[in-house]
């Protein structure tokens, strides 16, 4: 079953907007990461945010972290085609648990 | 450092054939996970294995299974093929070892059963 839900399943902005996707939740998580996929290929690490975090930054990404609604937000800025792909959210309960994907977010980017 | 290598990239197999999947982890990690990708139920996590132990389990039938050799390399097995394990395949490495930490994937093994 899945474990994060992210909405909305699909997201069509123009070049350089930005784009926000958002990822929740129903169990207590230890950290939650954020994945992209190009076109069915391998998932791509972009960032992880534990669950004493609230806001984490690498880049043009910015997480954050809303442990009492269960729910994490995704912000790309300045958005370019190359971040078209899929975004998955995934969260862990510790060390020795499995990672737990959600469905994923289809971002497109038009140039 | 090389990535996370998987072979074969393709694979085509009728109903009731077995299929073996290879994953190489980067250079040093020792953990290696096994996900199933399917558009419908999406990525379920099938095992993970550290120092050719299997750690964790995912809710899979016992068709599929998997192992772990001494140079971390790690294989899964899927036996008496259904059309429904049509998929595609990533393995994922980290180090340190566990799913709370960042995971390498690779690019994955297309499984087409017919």
């Known amino acids: 079953s899945q474990q994060g839900e992210e909405d909305p399943q699909a997201l069509s902005i123009q070049e350089g907007e930005n784009a926000t996707m958002n990822c929740s939740y129903k169990?207590?998580?230890?950290?939650l990461q954020w994945y992209r996929q190009n076109s069915g290929r391998g998932l791509v690490h972009l960032i992880l945010?534990?669950?004493?975090?609230r806001e984490k930054h690498s880049g043009r990404l910015r997480v954050t972290l809303d442990t009492s609604k269960k729910s994490s937000s995704l912000l790309i800025t300045a958005s370019r085609a190359a971040d078209t792909a899929s975004y998955f959210c995934?969260?862990?309960?510790?060390?020795?648990?499995?990672?737990?994907f959600g469905k994923g977010i289809t971002l497109s980017v038009r140039p | 450092k090389a990535g996370v290598t998987q072979t074969p990239r393709y694979l085509i197999k009728t109903r009731g054939q077995q299929v073996t999947l290879s994953c190489s982890p980067i250079?040093?990690?020792?953990?290696v996970s096994w996900y199933q990708q399917t558009p419908g139920q999406g990525l379920q996590f099938l095992f993970e294995?550290?120092?050719?132990?299997?750690?964790n389990k995912g809710n899979f039938p016992g068709r599929f299974s998997g192992r772990q050799f001494s140079n971390s390399r790690s294989e899964m097995n899927v036996s008496t093929l259904e059309l429904g394990d049509s998929a595609l395949y990533l393995c994922?490495?980290?180090?340190?070892?566990?799913?709370?930490?960042?995971?390498?994937f690779g690019p994955g093994t297309r499984l087409t059963v017919t």
């Open positions: 994922a490495s980290s180090s340190p070892p566990g799913h709370s930490y960042e995971q390498y």
């Open positions: 169990t207590s998580i230890n950290n």
């Open positions: 945010i534990r669950s004493n975090e």
């Open positions: 995934a969260t862990d309960k510790g060390a020795n648990s499995k990672l737990t």
């Open positions: 250079s040093g990690h020792r953990s």
């Open positions: 294995y550290f120092s050719e132990t299997q750690r």
